[in-house]
T-cell receptor
Framework: EAGVTQFPSHSVIEKGQTVTLRCDPI?????LYWYRRVMGKEIKFLLH????????ESGMPNNRFLAERTGGTYSTLKVQPAELEDSGVYFC??????????????FGPGTRLLVL | AQSVTQLGSHVSVSEGALVLLRCNYS??????LFWYVQYPNQGLQLLLK??????LVKGINDFEAEFKKSETSFHLTKPSAHMSDAAEYFC??????????FGTGTSLTVIP
């Protein structure tokens, strides 16, 4: 079974440009999460989709970040325009709906974004 | 608010020595607890999880962790370090249906 995949693995862009990150969750996983790790700090939650709906987007830093999950399959996270502080590793995770019991989140390898 | 503290951003051990990576959480209600490992250029991989059953949890590659409510701790141990254990380790807490809260990570170096 394929795991969570993310594309691209690395991205280097200039301040003011736009970047779009993609995440393909494990097939059948309705929960999809985005996290970000700024260098040297903890991995922080950005948002949570249940199927195509945003369940919780409390972690999104500002309105330069836009996440979508059309059709409830893959998700994209767009940063427009990118700023220096957006640099970091963006992780995607997915899990099955468990009806309130414990879920295990499966993580992708991350996209390393560097804004110059 | 929940938080997770991992003491020691870098830990070095000799091959064959005991591995001890510390994790403390702050929560009024015991959460679910996880340890993840990230090998170079790979994603986060689940090592083990605590789900309020047994307090001593065994995971992959001979890692284990013990939940101690009185100390609000969930330290990760392995009796004998291997070179292949060199990686970054993350402790995380969660409640069902909710986001994960991660610690800052501990980078483990194994010295031959």
């Amino acid at each position: 079974e394929a795991g969570v995949t993310q594309f691209p693995s690395h991205s280097v862009i200039e301040k003011g440009q736009t970047v779009t990150l993609r995440c393909d969750p494990i097939s059948g996983h309705d929960n999809l999460y985005w996290y970000r790790r700024v260098m040297g700090k903890e991995i922080k939650f950005l948002l949570h989709f249940v199927k195509e709906s945003k369940q919780d987007e409390s972690g999104m830093p500002n309105n330069r970040f836009l996440a979508e999950r059309t059709g409830g399959t893959y998700s994209t996270l767009k940063v427009q325009p990118a700023e220096l502080e957006d640099s970091g590793v963006y992780f995607c995770a997915s899990s099955q709906l468990t009806g309130g019991s414990l879920e295990t989140q499966y993580f992708g390898p991350g996209t390393r974004l560097l804004v110059l | 608010a929940q938080s997770v503290t991992q003491l020691g951003s870098h830990v070095s051990v000799s091959e064959g020595a005991l591995v001890l990576l510390r994790c403390n959480y702050s929560s009024s209600v015991p959460p679910y607890l996880f340890w993840y490992v990230q090998y170079p250029n790979q994603g986060l991989q689940l090592l083990l999880k605590y789900t309020s059953a047994a307090t001593l949890v065994k995971g992959i590659n001979d890692f284990e962790a013990e939940f101690k409510k009185s100390e609000t701790s969930f330290h990760l141990t392995k009796p004998s370090a291997h070179m292949s254990d060199a990686a970054e380790y993350f402790c995380a807490v969660s409640y069902p249906g909710n986001q994960f809260y991660f610690g800052t990570g501990t980078s483990l170096t194994v010295i031959p």
